[in-house]
T-cell receptor, first 111, second 116 residues
Framework: QQPVQSPQAVILREGEDAVINCSSS?????VHWYRQKHGEAPVFLMI?????EQKGHEKISASFNEKKQQSSLYLTASQLSYSGTYFC????????????FGKGTRLHILP | GAGVSQSPSNKVTEKGKDVELRCDPI?????LYWYRQSLGQGLEFLIY????????KSGLPSDRFSAERTGGSVSTLTIQRTQQEDSAVYLC??????????????FGPGTRLLVL
């Protein structure tokens, strides 16, 4: 089942923080995060495994709340380069080797 | 090579024809992934390879799609009897370890397929 991302879109000024959520109705094993700029291939950000871990990538970090079946992506002190569409992909505990992606969250950073 | 390469970069074909898409992963990367992205849509995961093996092919959209990998390197995605709904950007990625949480997946530039 497709995970739900929220918000669908967000506009920030450079330096502001943002949180993007990815929620599933099924028990999750892993959550994958990617960023894609218009006309370009996606860029891999990180994979989180169940266990409630938190990871960081530059000023971008993420958490995985196993109880809520939700992952949140945190963008701190956003930079212009953070603009793009963020996709989460989820794999359920069934470990069926299928990654289902959300519809994406469009992030636009203004100078 | 320095990165993941895909060929052709663009392919226009007629409905009903077969097409073959190629992916050259980063040397030494054991894991290879195929994704699809229709115009203006999100990502769709198709299949992964661990070495030459693809344990689960159920993510492929239909039995017209097949994929193989040889020598733990090059992979080809073949679409038989193409349909207009097959039009999309087909993306390939590779990583040193399958779904490695400490390993970056590197994407190729994609093959833009248009079925007329």
């Amino acid at each position: 089942q497709q995970p739900v991302q929220s918000p669908q879109a967000v506009i920030l000024r450079e330096g502001e923080d943002a949180v993007i959520n990815c929620s599933s109705s099924k028990a999750l094993y892993s959550v994958h995060w990617y960023r894609q700029k218009h006309g370009e291939a996606p860029v891999f950000l990180m994979i989180l495994l169940k266990g409630g871990e938190q990871k960081g990538h530059e000023k971008i970090s993420a958490s995985f709340n196993e109880k809520k079946q939700q992952s949140s992506l945190y963008l701190t002190a956003s930079q212009l380069s953070y603009s793009g569409t963020y996709f989460c992909g989820t794999e359920t505990v069934d470990r069926d080797d299928k990654i289902i992606f959300g519809k994406g969250t469009r992030l636009h950073i203004l100078p | 090579g320095a990165g993941v390469s895909q060929s052709p970069s663009n392919k226009v074909t007629e409905k009903g024809k077969d097409v073959e898409l190629r992916c050259d992963p980063i040397s030494g990367h054991t894991a290879l992934y195929w994704y699809r992205q229709s115009l203006g849509q999100g990502l769709e995961f198709l299949i992964y390879f661990q070495g030459n093996s693809a344990p689960d092919k159920s993510g492929l959209p239909s039995d017209r799609f097949s994929a193989e990998r040889t020598g733990g390197s090059v992979s080809t995605l073949t679409i038989q009897r193409t349909q207009q709904e097959d039009s999309a950007v087909y993306l390939c990625a590779s990583s040193a370890i399958l779904w490695g949480t400490q390993e970056t997946q590197y994407f190729g530039p994609g093959t833009r397929l248009l079925v007329l």
